[in-house]
């Protein structure tokens, strides 16, 4: 089966790629299911019910999240009632929201998906490797498919999970630092692994905010507003291969898409 991860969403840029390149790439790549990180996906910070929607439509069927996902109150009134939407599994007990999921494709192959969230340099919450091992055994009693998108900034944590999973894991995705990374692998136990799959959204700022106010931020070190890029936008995500019987990764390909790529998917 082919397991389609789209990087950090960011604003309406990055949904606008999504809903135009996404039926293209199920078509033309034979995509059985199709997953994203959508956590800076309203405004680049948060996720509202509406835009959850737009990105439901637009053919993402689960959604994966990270520090941001709080950023809009909003979510707090339907995350424990919508189960395609994850966020981080290793937040305390008591956290709305759940952290792991088991959906089947049309095909009929049950897929596990994972969400957790590193601790170096990000919020002190549960340990990641415990939490995420613990879950992944769990799930594979269900399906030998299980799928984990690590939100960390730290590459080490990342690496080092992608290890700790190495033949337990399908495959093990970071996400958050929003820039694409250029170790895309299958590790020798099948657990298919990239640092950073990127993100989804305008490229012409610094990790999709506007560059001047980032620029200034460092030069005065002064609180600046920030706001979106909206240039060059750009698709970042990656095409996981996986036996259905073994859960095993055959293939991981990074895709990189720009305006006239997605353009021509249509």
Same mark, same amino acid.
């Given at each position: 089966?082919?397991?389609?991860?789209?990087?950090?969403?960011?604003?309406?840029?990055?949904r606008d790629?999504?809903?135009?390149?996404?039926? +293209? %790439?199920? *078509?033309?790549?034979?995509?059985? @299911?199709?997953? $994203?990180?959508? #956590?800076?996906?309203?405004? /680049?910070? +948060? %996720?509202? *019910?509406?835009?959850?929607?737009? @990105?439901?439509? $637009?053919?993402? #069927?689960?959604?994966?999240? /990270?520090?941001?996902?709080?950023?809009?109150?909003?979510?707090?009134?339907?995350?424990?009632?919508?189960?395609?939407?994850?966020?981080?599994?290793?937040?305390?007990?008591?956290?709305?929201?759940?952290?792991?999921?088991?959906?089947?494709?049309?095909?009929?192959?049950?897929?596990?998906?994972?969400?957790?969230?590193?601790?170096?340099?990000?919020?002190?919450?549960?340990?990641?490797?415990?939490?995420?091992?613990?879950?992944?055994?769990?799930?594979?009693?269900?399906?030998?498919?299980?799928?984990?998108?690590?939100?960390?900034e730290a590459?080490?944590?990342?690496?080092?999970?992608?290890?700790?999973?190495?033949?337990?894991?399908?495959?093990?995705?970071?996400?958050?630092?929003?820039?694409?990374?250029?170790?895309?692998?299958?590790?020798?136990?099948?657990?298919?692994?990239?640092?950073?799959?990127?993100?989804?959204?305008?490229?012409?700022?610094?990790?999709?905010?506007?560059?001047?106010?980032?620029?200034?931020?460092?030069?005065?070190?002064?609180?600046?507003?920030?706001?979106?890029?909206?240039?060059?936008?750009?698709?970042?995500?990656?095409?996981?291969?996986?036996?259905?019987?073994?859960?095993?990764?055959?293939?991981?390909?990074?895709?990189?898409?720009?305006?006239?790529?997605?353009?021509a998917l249509?």
């Amino acid at each position: 089966m082919r397991i389609l991860f789209i990087g950090d969403i960011f604003a309406k840029v990055g949904r606008d790629l999504v809903r135009r390149a996404v039926p +293209g %790439l199920v *078509r033309t790549r034979e995509i059985d @299911l199709v997953i $994203a990180n959508g #956590e800076n996906a309203a405004g /680049g910070f +948060g %996720l509202t *019910r509406d835009v959850a929607d737009e @990105l439901f439509k $637009a053919g993402v #069927e689960v959604m994966t999240s /990270g520090n941001h996902v709080w950023d809009k109150r909003e979510l707090l009134t339907f995350i424990d009632d919508e189960p395609r939407l994850l966020r981080p599994l290793n937040y305390p007990e008591g956290t709305p929201g759940r952290g792991s999921t088991v959906v089947t494709t049309a095909h009929g192959d049950r897929v596990g998906i994972v969400n957790v969230m590193g601790r170096v340099f990000m919020t002190a919450i549960d340990d990641p490797f415990t939490v995420a091992r613990r879950e992944v055994e769990r799930l594979r009693a269900q399906t030998p498919i299980v799928f984990v998108d690590m939100h960390a900034e730290a590459t080490s944590e990342k690496i080092a999970l992608g290890w700790h999973l190495d033949g337990l894991a399908s495959a093990v995705v970071g996400t958050h630092t929003h820039v694409q990374t250029a170790d895309a692998q299958v590790l020798p136990g099948g657990t298919a692994y990239i640092t950073d799959v990127g993100m989804t959204g305008p490229h012409d700022g610094v990790i999709g905010v506007e560059r001047d106010a980032i620029i200034t931020r460092f030069l005065t070190g002064l609180p600046t507003r920030f706001d979106t890029a909206r240039g060059l936008p750009r698709l970042h995500a990656v095409i996981v291969d996986v036996d259905a019987e073994t859960g095993r990764a055959t293939a991981i390909e990074r895709l990189s898409l720009t305006n006239t790529d997605v353009e021509a998917l249509a």
